[in-house]
């Protein structure tokens, strides 16, 4: 006798392919978006983000290509919704300060920013972009605090397993030469021997 497939049974099997499929999309849609196919990986994040409408990954990647594209109002409307679902996550709030400075709307992203760090305190891209601001305000005494807190995390930076750390160097190299441009070279050379 042959067992048959119950209902429980197909009913998993259909959960699994389609978070097969959403996976698959939104992979394809990430290599279309790094071979700057931004047409093609804006239509499979959008089937992606139609079956699984609350999903970060997707949002945040499809922002960020909104961006790129030049289309910042969609950018801005999907970040609004990505701060929506995930209030309490310091990566929406920096990634709306980010579409906020590009505009040049300098007091939204500072409070932007200040909000990523209250989420995070240790979230080194928006410690690097408030200091920027601070220091665009002639607040350089607050820009100089806030770049030394991020050159201390950049000094201590241990990747997770998961990152592959080289594809953040060269944002880190520049925000560390930041850091080293408006804090003092005494601090500098405490903060290191204390590593050391």
């Not at 200091?131 to 607040?139: A, N, Q, T, Y």
């Not at 930041?178 to 050379?189: G, H």
């Amino acid at each position: 006798m042959v067992n048959e497939p119950t209902s429980s049974t197909f009913t998993i099997t259909e959960d699994q392919s389609e978070k097969s499929l959403i996976k698959d999309r939104y992979h394809k849609g990430l290599a279309a978006y790094k071979n700057k196919e931004f047409i093609l990986a804006e239509k499979l994040f959008l089937r992606s983000l139609d079956l699984e409408p609350n999903s970060k990954d997707i949002m945040v990647a499809l922002t960020y290509l909104y961006a790129d594209m030049g289309e910042m109002d969609k950018a801005w409307q999907l970040s609004e919704r990505l701060l929506t679902v995930y209030s309490l996550q310091a990566e929406a709030h920096f990634i709306k300060g980010m579409i906020a400075l590009h505009r040049q709307h300098l007091y939204q992203a500072e409070k932007l920013f200040r909000r990523s760090i209250y989420c995070d305190e240790d979230h080194i891209p928006s410690l690097y972009y408030l200091g920027s601001i601070l220091e665009d305000f002639g607040l350089s005494d607050k820009a100089g605090k806030t770049y030394a807190h991020a050159l201390d995390l950049l000094i201590h930076l241990e990747p997770s397993s998961q990152e592959k750390p080289w594809e953040k160097i060269q944002f880190y190299h520049q925000m560390l030469h930041k850091c080293l441009s408006i804090t003092d070279e005494q601090n500098f050379i405490s903060t290191l021997e204390e590593v050391l």
